[in-house]
């Protein structure tokens, strides 16, 4: 069984960071493309960011890009999500995702989840 936990999660005041953290067990971490995704309330789950489990290869939503940096230490099971600039806009739940598809950005191609870390963001 293959589990994610996050952590790093937060209130921060706008223009602020926060580095949030997701280490996975149960499995062969570096077998797996990792993503985060969030969600606000009243809102679905929407993609963040990805990172490939070979070459490390990125890919970002378009919101994110610039001020969100995910990174990925194989040897320690553990993804990051690096956020810089933070808008009030982040705020939501913030959730680490690990899949067997390269490139995915759909909620439906993620497996395996975390319960999720609130990041709140005040203007």
């Known amino acids: 069984q293959v589990q994610l936990v996050e952590s790093g999660g937060g209130l921060v005041q706008e223009g602020g960071s926060l580095r949030l953290s997701c280490i996975v067990s149960?499995?062969?971490?570096?077998?797996?493309?990792m993503g985060w995704f969030r969600q606000a309330p009243g809102k679905e789950r929407e993609f963040v960011a990805l990172?490939?489990?070979?070459?490390?290869?990125?890919d970002y939503a378009d919101s994110v890009k610039g001020r969100f940096t995910i990174s990925r230490d194989n040897s320690a099971n553990t993804v990051f999500l690096q956020m810089n600039n933070l808008r009030p806009e982040d705020t939501a739940v913030y959730y680490c995702?690990?899949?067997?598809?390269?490139?995915?950005?759909?909620?439906?191609?993620?497996?395996?989840w975390g319960q999720g870390t609130q990041v709140t963001v005040s203007s």
């Open positions: 995702g690990a899949s067997s598809y390269s490139g995915a950005k759909e909620v439906g191609q993620y497996a395996y």
């Open positions: 990172i490939m489990r070979r070459f490390g290869s990125t």
């Open positions: 149960g499995s062969a971490f570096s077998m797996y493309h």
